[in-house]
């Protein structure tokens, strides 16, 4: 084998194995690597299992998935009570909470499995933090997360439909952080008065993690009107 050969070996996971943290890991969660990196190897394991995370996936836990959540972590202030509505399979809540020990962290699934994966990885991680089963709009999910300051979705509906669902969560003056993809932001500007019709403002894409290469991301922005 070359060294060439023994390089890559050693940077590609070999098929069903959990990758191993990037350099870039240690910066993002410092003193809750230990963490970040048992939450990878569960997602990698129960969640493929359990079919929340594809097989395929499996290689790119990290920048794709982890560091692509913990980026919200710019876009959050500091100590903000933050729910993380359609958690799945606890992104971008997890990462972001680990991320940021600073935050009071809430994730709101409605699906049964997920939710026992959640509890799980909580419990594992010895955060504290909350799972509450449900959906963002239905009364009882409103009134068990509380206040908030932050939510946070990851690929959970098209904007104004996610605005519908969380606007019991949205107190005024509370944000709406959304990682959407390359479709919805193109979409962004024809959906911004129909998202001001719902209440919002200062709807915009804010670019996250830009030094982090293939972890970088985007999300929109948006703030509860206080009228």
Do not use: K
Not at 18 to 40: K, M
Not at 136 to 162: C, I
């Amino acid at each position: 084998m070359t060294s060439s050969d023994q390089d890559a070996s050693q940077a590609t996971p070999a098929p069903g194995a959990t990758p191993p943290p990037p350099p870039l890991a240690a910066e993002v969660f410092g003193a809750a690597l230990p963490r970040a990196i048992a939450y990878v190897d569960r997602l990698a394991g129960d969640g493929v299992t359990r079919g929340l995370i594809g097989p395929r996936e499996v290689p790119r836990l990290w920048e794709r998935h982890v560091l692509n959540s913990a980026a919200v972590a710019e876009a959050v202030p500091a100590g903000a009570r933050v729910v993380d509505v359609g958690s799945g399979a606890g992104l971008p809540g997890i990462p972001l909470g680990l991320a940021r020990p600073d935050v009071v962290l809430t994730l709101v699934e409605p699906m049964a499995r997920r939710v026992d994966f959640l509890t799980e990885a909580v419990a594992e991680l010895g955060t504290g933090w909350r799972v509450v089963r449900g959906r963002a709009e239905e009364r009882s999910v409103v009134t068990a997360v509380g206040p908030v300051d932050v939510v946070t979705a990851r690929a959970v509906a098209p904007l104004p439909r996610l605005v519908s669902w969380c606007r019991g969560l949205l107190r005024p003056g509370a944000s709406l952080v959304a990682l959407v993809g390359a479709r919805a932001l193109a979409e962004l500007p024809g959906m911004l008065a129909e998202l001001e019709a719902a209440g919002m403002q200062d709807v915009h894409p804010r670019a996250v993690g830009a030094e982090w290469g293939d972890a970088a991301t985007t999300v929109v922005v948006m703030t509860r009107g206080r009228r």
